[in-house]
């Protein structure tokens, strides 16, 4: 269904695979009701475009002109490339959530000896059971066309939950794989709950092989208890061709603490949007990012931070580096609503433009209804300090490795922002990779 | 064969010309100390030769071992084996130095063909140069040359010449900024670096610091010429005479 859509199309289309799929994603009754009205939601908004304030720097009805059908279920030989990315891109020491093409595959996941207090399913099984985790789980905001259409047609996942104290003796790693080789779309949905004063580690990523073309729409809903801690990282190396949209939606209890960052170095449209709320007095977030860009590559990290209650604090830092003819977009938001007294928030978002042609669009935004707060943000774009370039050159290093150095330093500067320090190799090696690939 | 040959160099900076038919032969083992006011040219003799973008040559040559410098790209330059002692070495936030000197260092082998230094014999090669200029250890871990004082910043350049072992060294007013005793230090290093295989230039306002690294020739340069060559005691006649008596022959 290759359809280059008019933005009257666009629903249409997808309406057709709604219908087709409904069949097979998981959940009767209450939870089918909630897919038709979620999808009605978005059907009346159809996808983001420029003219909504939100998505002015990321018009998706121009950036995704066509609408891939829905990934079917991985078969073996799915599962068998699917097991070949999985074991290229493992971290060792972690344990692997293995989701293919959408799919929680328990055979390549690694489920053994979980922790006390932890349990690991799949959305599939919370979805067709009688849970209370299905409240949290039926989540479409109404002005976020994108997640409703997530809820509509939302596959698999995992779902993840910490019991009161308990605490992971390793990370999880929760590997988005995208197998297929003719063009899908791959709707998926994960749930993370840490209960009070419990601790996790949560690494995501999302890989291909470099020809696949396919569309990603996933949502992490996320809750951080009083006094719980949880420091995740996600990665976006997906194929050249892909696109990611992504959503996440985190609250914070009393005194916890989110240690959050996301890179984005592949795919071809990327928008990862994350909204954190302090919900919790005392709560403590530090967000970070890097895009890393090149071709024609559109990446845009949208972050909104609602301070609701006082004596909070929010720290992000967002560092872009924009090569060839490619553009980032970093918007961060942060309220401040009226009862959030004594709340310390900050946000520094800076861009490198390594090529003329390249584009750098930062919105910083604070809304304040609290008068006794210390806020901050800040914005700049600039090319890399010719006086540096020299000095590296003059001592034998090539334009392109002077070149390296300086944006590792410069990246560098959000990725220190990762408390742990495994997490924080992670994220270098993904940089140092991106730059290698750069050449 | 003449390490390098300076021949009637032109340079301009934008529409201003600098360098008016500048010539210097510098021979393996000999230290040539460039006096001058400011505003004669050094620092832009310094920088034409190590490669820094924004110069147009206009006239003249550079060869180096008599091969065309002016045509190479400055870390190829580097890797011949030209060194460049900035005046004011630049601040590098987030690359550390051991990182900074290990790159360099396997740039220059790799452009010349020869394998990369071992970790170990990397280190124990830095360490033992940064011994010697009293230079401490968790300086190298911080960012390249970030909250140094002067005299580190330059005691940095000489570690990097000392590990980089270049053929020609140019130091471009090495003494500015410095104190007598870090003075003392930086002309210690770049001295035990002197050797028959090894040629410095040293461009200096002041004939203070050829007290300490004391030359073979001395060149007065005036707007943007060499007008008198000679031995290291007309370094002493400038300091006592002053460089108004070149003026009129510039």
């Not at chain 1, 949290?136 to 509509?152: M, S």
């Not at chain 2, 147009?56 to 060869?63: C, D, K, P």
Request: hydrophobic share 45%.
């Amino acid at each position: 269904m290759n359809l280059v859509l008019t933005k009257d199309e666009t629903a249409d289309v997808l309406g057709e695979e709604f219908a087709q799929a409904r069949k097979r994603l998981p959940g009767a009754g209450k939870v089918a009701q909630f897919r038709q009205q979620a999808f009605d939601a978005f059907a009346a908004a159809g996808l983001p475009h420029r003219r909504i304030e939100d998505w002015k720097y990321t018009d998706l009805r121009a950036l995704m002109r066509k609408v891939w059908p829905l990934a079917p279920a991985p078969d073996d030989e799915a599962l068998s490339r699917a097991a070949s990315m999985v074991e290229a891109h493992a971290i060792s020491g972690a344990r692997q959530l293995v989701l293919v093409d959408g799919v929680f595959v328990q055979t390549l996941s690694d489920l053994g000896g979980l922790e006390n207090g932890v349990r690991i399913r799949s959305l599939r099984e919370v979805l067709e059971g009688k849970n209370a985790l299905l409240e949290r789980l039926l989540f479409a905001p109404k002005d976020q066309a994108v997640v409703a259409l997530n809820a509509a047609m939302m596959t698999d996942g995992v779902v993840i939950e910490l019991a009161e104290g308990a605490s992971l003796d390793r990370p999880i790693h929760l590997l988005h794989v995208a197998t297929s080789r003719r063009p899908v779309s791959i709707f998926s949905r994960s749930l993370v709950e840490i209960g009070q004063k419990a601790r996790a580690t949560l690494v995501e990523s999302y890989v291909s092989e470099e020809a696949n073309s396919y569309q990603v729409n996933d949502t992490l809903l996320l809750s951080v208890a009083d006094d719980a801690r949880l420091d995740h990282i996600r990665l976006v190396e997906e194929s050249s061709d892909a696109s990611n949209i992504s959503s996440s939606f985190v609250t914070l209890g009393a005194r916890a603490h989110l240690n959050a960052f996301g890179l984005t170095a592949g795919g071809a449209v990327s928008r990862y949007q994350t909204a954190i709320t302090c919900a919790g007095e005392g709560s403590r977030i530090e967000s970070s990012g890097v895009n890393l860009l090149k071709g024609r590559q559109h990446a845009d990290t949208t972050l909104l931070l609602d301070h609701a209650v006082p004596h909070c604090s929010s720290r992000e830092v967002f560092r872009a580096v924009v090569d060839d003819r490619a553009h980032s977009v970093f918007q961060g938001r942060i309220i401040v609503r009226p009862k959030a007294q004594k709340t310390d928030a900050r946000m520094m978002t800076r861009a490198l433009l390594l090529s003329d042609e390249a584009e750098a669009d930062n919105k910083p935004e604070l809304e304040i209804f609290a008068d006794d707060v210390t806020c901050g943000h800040g914005a700049t774009a600039g090319a890399l300090d010719e006086q540096l370039l020299f000095y590296l050159r003059a001592r034998g290093l090539s334009e392109r490795e002077a070149q390296a150095l300086l944006v590792q330093a410069f990246v560098g500067e959000a990725i220190e922002e990762i408390a742990d320090e495994a997490l924080r190799d992670i994220a270098l090696a993904s940089a140092a990779r991106w730059l290698s690939r750069r050449g | 064969m003449p390490l390098l040959e300076i021949k009637n160099l032109q340079v301009r900076v934008e529409d201003r010309e600098i360098l008016h038919g500048l010539t210097l032969t510098v021979n393996p083992g000999e230290v040539h100390a460039i006096m001058g006011p400011n505003g004669s040219g050094k620092s832009t003799l310094s920088h034409v030769i190590a490669g820094k973008p924004g110069y147009e040559v206009t006239g003249g040559e550079i060869l180096f071992r008599g091969e065309n410098l002016l045509e190479m790209e400055p870390d190829e330059r580097a890797a011949k084996g030209v060194f460049l002692a900035f005046q004011y070495p630049v601040e590098i936030p987030g690359v550390a130095t051991m990182t900074f000197l290990r790159t360099a260092l396997n740039a220059q082998r790799k452009a010349r063909g020869e394998k990369e230094l071992s970790t170990p014999d990397f280190l124990k090669k830095v360490r033992t140069i940064a011994s010697t200029l009293s230079i401490p250890q968790d300086m190298l871990k911080r960012g390249v040359n970030v909250g140094f004082s002067g005299g580190e910043k330059k005691r940095n350049e000489v570690l990097q010449m000392a590990l980089l072992e270049p053929s020609l060294c140019i130091l471009d007013e090495m003494d500015s900024g410095l104190d007598i005793d870090a003075l003392r230090v930086a002309a210690d290093g770049v001295n035990a670096l002197r050797s028959p295989d090894r040629a410095m230039v040293v461009i200096t306002h002041y004939q203070r610091l050829l007290n300490y690294i004391v030359p073979d020739f001395v060149h007065v340069m005036t707007r943007g010429r060499v007008v008198k060559s000679g031995g290291k005691e007309l370094a002493l006649e400038l300091e006592a005479r002053g460089y108004a008596q070149f003026e009129d022959a510039a």
